[in-house]
Nanobody
């Protein structure tokens, strides 16, 4: 069974950090482009970051650029999202998603992703 499982969410104060993990089972993440998305209450799901399978190139949304870093650990079949300098507006449920394509992830639309995790809640509040 192909599955993605996110973890690492929680409650953090503004300015704090969290590292989210996206672990795959049943398939090898290395061959997939991975995207991180988030959805706040009453808002549409938005792309946060992605990492390409072909060359490991990364893309970040404007709202997180310079604060978030996406990375792969192929031996652990896991992709991470390091989130620093967190703001209250980063509060959302964060999802990872995977699709087996080799083109740069920035060109992959949300609806193209085949596999999604269940999400992990991130709350930034004092």
């Amino acid at each position: 069974q192909l599955q993605l499982v996110e973890s690492g969410g929680g409650l953090v104060q503004p300015g704090g950090s969290l590292r989210l993990s996206c672990a795959a089972s049943g398939f090898t993440l290395e061959a997939y482009a991975i995207g991180w998305f988030r959805q706040a209450p009453g808002k549409e799901r938005e792309g946060v970051s992605c990492i390409s399978s072909r060359d490991g190139s990364a893309y970040y949304g404007d709202s997180v650029k310079g604060r978030f870093t996406i990375s792969r650990h192929n031996a652990k079949n896991t992709v991470y999202l390091q989130m620093n300098s967190l703001k209250p507006e980063d509060t959302a449920v964060y999802y990872c998603a995977a699709v087996k394509v080799t083109r740069l992830c920035v060109s992959i639309g949300r609806y193209e992703y085949d596999y999604w995790g269940q999400g992990t809640q991130v709350t930034v509040s004092s």
